[in-house]
């Protein structure tokens, strides 16, 4: 048997909450406790010996060579004479973006990094981490690297070479990375969530493709993010041409995605911009990516069309976000939708800004943050959105049956006091045949509106059946029902006053677990029902 009373179901204060609210104080101790043992570090370390570490090559001469072979016509080269090395695993390191590399130790060709010779798609060898082994024999030798760039945008691209521990390297790009490794993680994780509830609830018949589109942003996003750190090709440093087109092509794609999830959103007019400007990212996703299958153009040259379409987007959600705000009353949900929208627009500005100025988007988490700022408040307001319309009944506002079944199937004993009201509207079918069933409809609504209005708040309150409704009242006595239905009486009274066409008939009848212990609440409904029915044929016995 379940530990969690009725009581607790429709509201009330009970040890189930009492914990909660004690497990999250706990939580908010533990981790301000962790906070603070982590800024007062009290243990003090001593080494006589220092771990391995790397150092940046200071000394190397470098200058341009021409070469008519290449891709830009030109390559650099940069020498130096190797120095002591020191004892343990020791390499010579560098970073390429969009590099030829050839290494030479006194003339001998140790590492090359090139396109194959029967290479059919793309120009670049994507980004690369250069690992090359030091021994000790390798003290005085002549070291000449030879960068060769393959786009124009990297003709100018400067290297730092590193020698030293290849863990310490790793270890220091990964803390580097970290953040970035974390958020991206965390947007793939929420895009996949995402993706999986609007899929169950498709299946169930309740889909919510705002829900998707935003999943798919969220990976997409998170994805591209993840791709784009330079400890990725530390760790598949096999696959860097396939992590590159991944980081590339996912920004491609994900804005299309972005769109279509946030359309809705916006009146008419905006949401008609908003989808051109669907079609206009999912084309410029498709002419990149016909572009770099037939070899035209690499992802990495057309970057600049999808930076474009960034720019259109963040422009039209401004200024759909300033129209609409001057044309119609913001609501709190659109408020907190445009403020999102603009983080991100905002987040999307600084994000290229910083890629022009240095070349790369690593390492760059503005935004990342916003978008997750944004992919969180949104999917709580879907999913949110997603759970209402499961639980209310739309023509009513009230919940619904599948809501009404959910507490009623509860089967534990009462924990009282309680009591369960039914109602039921008489006369419906007629006023159907006679006035049609938008007549029928508006009674159901007004009379659920009655119900609603004169019942406490904190009480349940749902449409059982067509023109049935139960009301669950907690903590209440016999005097407290009985002036709860008086009131609702006297409100239909007054509707039927100001509408003499078709009045509002109901029967009512309602059960107290105190009359009945020991009693489960569907069986207390079954009392409830009864005592209506009989109402029911009184009324019915008195019209005659």
Known sequence: MKRKGLNGKIGKVGPDKIARVLYATVIGITVLFLIG???????????????????????????MVIAEDTPLGMKREYRWVQGAISPGENCLAFY?????????????????????????????????????????????????????????????RSVNFYVGSKFRIYFDQLKNDLPQIVLSLLAIGIGSVFIIISMFHKHRGKENANLTYLGIFSFAIGLWKLTDIRFASLMFPQNPLVLSYI???????????????????????SYSLLEWISVLACTAALIIMILQMTNIADLRETLWITHIVVGVIVVTIVGAAIYEGKKVRITKKAKILYACLLL?????????????????????????????????????????????????????????????NEILE???????????????????????????HETGDLLIAEFAHIVRSNIASRNFVGRYGGDEFIAVIKEENKQSIDQALHDIAQAVAKYNEKDSRVAISYASGYALDIDYPGCTLRELLKKADDNMYKDKKVAHDTMS
Not at 414 to 434: S, T
């Open 37 to 63: 043992i982590s800024i007062s570090q009290n243990i003090e370390v001593y080494m006589a010996r220092s771990n391995a570490d790397y150092a940046v090559m200071q000394e190397t001469e470098s200058r």
């Open 96 to 156: 390429v973006v969009h590099q030829y590399v050839e290494v030479y130790f006194d003339g001998e060709l140790m590492y090359h990094l090139k396109l194959r010779d029967d290479n059919k798609i793309g120009k670049t060898t994507a980004s690369n981490w250069i690992m090359i082994p030091l021994y000790p024999e390798d003290e005085g030798k002549e070291i000449c690297v030879t960068i060769t760039p393959a786009y124009e945008v990297v003709r100018n």
């Open 247 to 269: 980081s590339i092509s996912m920004l491609a794609v994900g804005v299309a995605p972005w769109m279509l999830s946030i359309k809705k959103q916006f009146l008419k007019k």
């Open 344 to 404: 991100c627009a905002v987040g999307a500005i600084l994000d290229l800004l910083v890629y022009y100025i240095q070349g790369n988007s690593s390492g760059i988490l503005c935004a990342l943050i916003a978008v997750l700022i944004y992919i969180i408040t949104m999917g709580y307001i879907s999913i949110n959105e997603i759970n209402q319309k499961a639980n209310i009944d739309m023509h009513t506002g009230l919940s619904n049956k599948s809501r009404c």
């Open 410 to 436: 509860e089967n534990e004993v009462i924990q009282g006091p309680l009591g369960i009201i039914m109602f039921d509207l008489n006369g419906l079918k007629q006023a159907n045949d006679l006035f049609g």
